[in-house]
């Protein structure tokens, strides 16, 4: 492959992205299914994400904050990530609001440091990531620090 080209379905090199980029990722609705296996899977069997007839303060069927954290995950790890995540080093996250059954999320991701490291053509990236739903409201918003690779270095040949 050329220098210049980049592979589709990959994510992106630490020497792509700088401090201040922003990136949307596409939109997910979460579904009931999404919902019941992931407390399958988890065991998180909270009557409020079991009992359809539980009548709580939220209105709607109610998911966990872990599946809508794990949905957006998924979403950049499928875009920004492939092939070049090496690590989630550190997390922050904090809960705004509530998410239910046929939301739709996605997320604002804000680079905020890139930090190459000393050796292996390796850094660390820090962003901010805004989850939203159908709304625009912000439901999450947690910063994450990841180990990204370098670009492959050219071989001589």
């Keep these: 492959m050329a220098h210049n080209e980049i592979a589709l379905g990959q994510g992106y090199y630490w ?3 700088e401090a201040g980029q922003r990136f949307r990722t596409f939109r997910r609705t979460v579904t009931e299914t999404d919902l019941i296996g992931f407390v399958g899977v988890t065991g998180q ?5 079991i009992d359809s ?11 966990p904050a872990a599946l809508s954290y794990s949905l957006i995950e ?11 995540g090496l690590a989630l080093l550190e997390l922050h996250k904090s809960v705004k609001g509530p998410v239910v ?3 739709t999320l996605e997320a604002v991701v804000e680079i905020e440091d890139v930090r190459p490291t000393s050796k292996n ?14 709304r625009e409201e912000t439901v999450m ?11 492959p270095e050219r071989s001589e040949g």
């Design 101 to 103: 059954v046929g939301d």
């Design 53 to 63: 007839t539980f009548n709580g303060a939220i209105q709607g069927r109610p998911v």
């Design 15 to 17: 020497q792509q992205i």
């Design 141 to 151: 918003e947690y910063q994450v620090k990841r180990l990204l690779a370098g670009r």
């Design 74 to 84: 998924g979403i950049l790890m499928q875009t920004m990530l492939q092939g070049t």
């Design 121 to 134: 053509n390796r850094a660390v990236v820090t962003s901010r990531v805004f989850v939203l739903n159908q």
């Design 45 to 49: 069997t909270e009557v409020i994400f």
